[in-house]
């Protein structure tokens, strides 16, 4: 009887214990019901991806940038859905799309997650090649205690507190530091500069700062090429930290509606790039890219040119780009 006794005394303190920590649990849910905890340091809130910090961030974009993580999405990712992920399956929809009927079918549909260029070829709505990979379908993201939404007139809104909606960010039009708001256009023009042509990039911000555009023989393929430069979203205090990257894109001709993203090889070579900086007078910076390639790509490739910390003077520099179906290895 007596050891009946006290393992009934060792159990029910036990039980307490285990109820505690479930409510304890089921408290935790309650309060923050939208939020999925995916590692320490990034979670998915109201949809969009929550970094702990500016680190966290900088960590996950520095895997994503690689092209040789195209075919494999991180770990902290496998069950978030990217905004670029949103843009591909569309544009693999966009195949089957054969008359005129389906074509204003299509349009309805997708008219504002992405954008349908006068040639019928499609783009992004909002932000850039490099936020897409990070964004959710309605270009947002939250980074320590900012929350960034690229908009779809391209613009950049950064807050602090509660979630907006997108008709409350369409209320924001400028910058507020004390109340912890900020405000970016994002431009879509870019310097045309060919070989050996400088583009100066003295107010840096979130662009295209060199681009062209290549055909082949017959004109059924089209291989876009540009150089990037993005800001850091939502390090507003210091001086902004700019990351630089090439994309390479092909699109085929279809025979219906124009142009569509076509899954091809991309090959880089020679890619020689300078930055001129103020630090301590004038500074250099440089990138150097001898031979790179990667297969069976199916959307943009991103080059990651690595990060610039401060004011740049000029940029210029040269690559040779070039994919399956435009064989002329363009100098760009």
Known sequence: MEKKISLRCLILPLLGIISIASCKKDANNIGNPNEKLLTNAVSIENGYLKFRDQKAFDSLVNILIKPENLHVKPRELQKFKSYNDVYLEIN?????VNTNNSFDDFKNKYSQIVEIKSDSSLTYKFGTPLSALFTNSKGEVKIGDFTTVYTKDQRMVSYKGQHKNEFEVGTISK????????VKN???????AKSNQTASVESTTTRAVKSALFYNEDGKRRLFVDVWVDETPTDWVTYPISRYYCTSRQELKKTFGGWRTNET????????YTWTLTTGGVGFQYFNLASYSVQGVYGPVL????TIGDKIILFQGTGHFTSGGVPNTPVF
Not at 175 to 182: C, K, L, N, V
Not at 265 to 272: A, C, G
Not at 303 to 306: L, T, V
């Open 175 to 182: 910058t507020d530091q004390s109340q912890g708001i900020f």
């Open 265 to 272: 090889d991309y090959y880089f070579n020679n890619l020689n």
């Open 186 to 192: 994002l431009s879509e023009s870019y310097t045309n």
């Open 303 to 306: 080059i990651d040119m690595g």
């Open 92 to 96: 693999k929809e966009y195949e089957n």
